[in-house]
């Protein structure tokens, strides 16, 4: 398995939606079970996921699915 899809398995357990509805487009203000809860889901099933630990900004600043592309790339993480 890809980083990738490892990284779109996360986000389709978290947030119990299909693969093919993750994009750009897939932020918190547009996804209507995105709250705080489901927000450090999240980056919890990512930091298991990948074995890694985020800082407390990255944390906060995973409010979308791009951005948590760019925040994973931080942590040498291509995806």
């Known amino acids: 398995m890809t980083n990738l899809e490892k990284y779109n398995q996360v986000f389709v357990e978290t947030f119990s939606v299909e693969e093919d509805v993750l994009d750009d487009q897939f932020a918190r203000e547009h996804v209507g079970n995105w709250d705080s809860v489901r927000q ?4 919890s099933n990512l930091e298991d996921t990948f074995d890694i630990m985020f800082d407390t900004e990255d944390i906060l600043g995973m409010v979308s699915y791009k951005e948590g592309k760019n ?6 993480i291509e995806l």
Not at 40 to 43: D, I, R
């Open 40 to 43: 450090l889901s999240l980056v």
């Open 71 to 76: 925040i994973m790339l931080k942590y040498e």
